[in-house]
């Protein structure tokens, strides 16, 4: 007896490979796509499929494009804003001292200093 183990060999899912088992593959056409740092992309889409405008580089993670001379540009990053840099994008310094001035007032009267 050789050992106790059956499936010697064989990994889980291991079987019979090739177009019988899975069927036939849907014809398939390559489209490739070009980013701003040169890099090539080919993927590959089903002959009825419809292709994107865009796709992303899988080398550098920029907007490729069709176009050889005119691949998309990066997109611009903004900076991170702060909570208060957004207050200050809403309110003026006049509004944010009358607000500040009727806070000030409720901490007051709750206090009994008014």
């Excluded at 040169?38 to 405008?53: D, I, K, L, N, W």
């Excluded at 920029?62 to 200050?88: C, F, I, M, Q, S």
Aim: glycine letters at 10%.
């Amino acid at each position: 007896m050789a050992g106790g183990n059956a499936i010697r060999g064989t990994r889980v899912g291991a079987g019979p490979m090739g177009e019988a088992e899975r069927g036939e593959s849907a014809p398939r056409r390559h489209i490739p796509f070009y980013c701003a740092n040169g890099h090539v992309t080919r993927v590959s889409f089903a002959q009825e499929a419809a292709e994107p405008e865009h796709w992303d580089c899988p080398r550098c993670g920029l907007p490729a494009g069709k176009d050889r001379e005119n691949p998309p540009a990066a997109p611009r990053n903004e900076p991170y804003k702060t909570h208060l840099a957004y207050v200050r994008e809403r309110r003026s310094d006049a509004d944010g001292e009358a607000i500040l001035e009727e806070a000030l007032a409720k901490v007051r009267a709750r206090r009994g200093e008014i």
